[in-house]
């Protein structure tokens, strides 16, 4: 790392060691003015009023500032003890200490440590955004019937709001439910996607004026091409819902456990929720396998540990992608075409980018749906068996901005298995994303304690014999096709499922 970054990241953290310093300093002007209004004999519930006023006015800051770092001065004294030694020492900076302030307001006391704790570890190397995401999965969690009571009472707040800007412009603030949100934000998507592509907006403008059509309503967005381009019909039928998606375990949704649920584009929600949604929901299959049973399966089939392939999501869609569906001399034939084609297949675009959920860069929230997908070894259209194939291993979703910064060669990245990217920074310091999807959140997943355990001989019965032998056959090709034969155990001869186990539906 050259001296200049090494200078840059000492800098950085010398000016958060400031910044605590400075909060620390307010906090105890607060304390003492608090302490002086007891003397006087003030009613213990307006002590200290006023000392954000004389804040402001030292700091020449507004009222509102000044209240924000006395309130983040007192959690970081009186709760927060392992985010103040984190901000003091210059592993967090003002930006990660207040996010985590807000974060953390109401969690309960019996969990308040314990997450801390687990949302300290690595805080340092991830952006403000992404420490509040990890928060609300780890209280989703560990604080499951706090997260259920908070929500409630914050659906009270729910309000939008407009305020006169400059230029003519106004805008538009809005306080509502997360999955409300996340349906109004699918509705505009898809409707800032219907024009043709001779319309001279950009995305961001057709979304602002899909708001204007739906309120005015209509179900479509006018085209500004200025030709007949025929985009302009609203459609006779009824307009199709907006699809939102939400991982979920089936254990949660029987009722069996209270693990956190997942939903797309907001993050961790609690099961009680997940159950609403999914009441009325459509439902889509997405086979998963964690990392550690899929290391022990592999393991068991071929006594060789350490091994790793595409990812977490085996398939999505109603039972998985094609190419594990199909017997496999067909699926070969079709995986070997499919490989060498430029474009993904619908099912392999589905799978990949339900597995990335994210614009798969460090730190970039960029929705997946709105991402390229992206060969991380180069695709060779000369000769694509000379290039990087187009296959789950060689995929990943990353945003145009990074995706030309990949391209130019300012960062480079490789995928090390497991769905896992490796990227290098031009100072050569690495870095390893992991899948961030809807089914890949270790927090929505069980405990160790309460996870099967997989042995050779009873994987397939005990984990999915409710799904019949479709789902065998899925992942034994699944295995045929990563896993040289001769890497392979021989297996016992096992006994054939019961008809009515193999035809019954899944319970879910």
């Known amino acids: 790392m050259s001296d200049t970054v090494d200078a840059l990241i000492e800098r950085h953290a010398s000016i958060a060691r400031a910044q605590f310093l400075e909060i620390d300093a307010v906090t105890s002007l607060y304390f003492e003015r608090c302490a002086e209004d007891e003397k006087a004999g003030r009613n213990p519930a307006v002590q200290g009023e006023f000392v954000h006023v004389e804040v402001a006015f030292v700091l020449s800051i507004t009222e509102y500032a000044a209240t924000r770092m006395i309130a983040l001065g007192c959690d970081l004294r009186l709760r927060l003890h392992r985010v103040s030694a984190a901000f003091a020492s210059g592993e967090i900076d003002l930006g990660k200490a207040t996010a985590c302030s807000d974060a953390l307001a109401n969690v309960s006391d019996d969990a308040l440590d314990l997450i801390e704790q687990l949302l300290l570890d690595g805080a340092g190397k991830c952006s403000s955004s992404r420490l509040k995401a990890r928060a609300r999965s780890l209280i989703a969690r560990h604080d499951p019937e706090g997260a259920r009571a908070r929500r409630r009472r914050a659906q009270e707040d729910r309000d939008v709001r407009i305020s006169a800007g400059v230029d003519g412009m106004s805008t538009l603030d809005g306080v ?58 609203e ?217 099967f355990r997989l042995t050779e001989s009873h994987v397939v019965e005990r984990l999915f014999r409710c799904h019949g032998r479709g789902v065998e056959a899925d992942l034994e090709f699944q295995l045929d096709s990563t896993v040289a034969g001769w890497r392979r155990k021989r297996r016992p001869a096992r006994a054939a499922i019961p008809a009515h186990v193999v035809n019954e539906p899944p319970p879910f």
């Open 176 to 233: 509502l439910p997360a999955v409300g949100a996340q349906i109004v934000a699918a509705k505009l998507a898809t409707m800032s996607r219907q024009v043709c592509a001779r319309d001279p907006r950009t995305l961001a403008q057709r979304r602002a004026d899909a708001l204007v059509a739906l309120s005015e309503g209509r179900s479509t967005l006018a085209c500004a091409c200025g030709t007949d381009c025929g985009r302009d019909v």
């Open 235 to 451: 459609p006779a039928s009824a307009p199709s819902q907006a699809t939102i998606l939400v991982g979920v375990n089936v254990s949660t949704l029987l009722g069996f456990d209270d693990l956190p649920a997942f939903l797309h584009g907001y993050g961790a929600i609690d099961a009680e929720l997940a159950r609403e949604i999914a009441a009325d929901g459509v439902w889509r299959q997405v086979l998963t396998l964690s990392e550690k049973d899929r290391q022990i399966l592999c393991q068991n089939l071929t006594g060789a540990p350490g091994f790793k392939s595409g990812g977490p999501v085996l398939g999505a869609g109603r039972r998985s992608a094609a190419p594990l569906l199909t017997p496999a001399a067909v699926a070969a034939r079709k995986r070997h075409r499919e490989e060498r084609t430029y474009r993904p297949s619908a099912a392999l675009a589905q799978t990949v980018r339900t597995r990335d959920g994210t614009c798969r860069f460090p730190n970039c929230a960029a929705r997946a749906e709105n991402c390229d997908l992206d060969h991380t070894v180069a695709f060779n259209h000369a000769n694509p068996d000379r290039g990087g194939l187009t296959t789950e291993q060689n995929l990943a979703c990353v945003c145009r901005k990074h995706h030309r910064l990949k391209t130019l060669g300012y960062w480079s990245v490789r995928q090390i298995g497991g769905g896992e990217l490796e990227w290098v920074a031009p100072t050569g310091s690495v870095v390893v994303t992991k899948p961030r999807g809807a089914f890949c959140d270790p927090d929505v997943q069980p405990d160790e304690v309460e996870r």
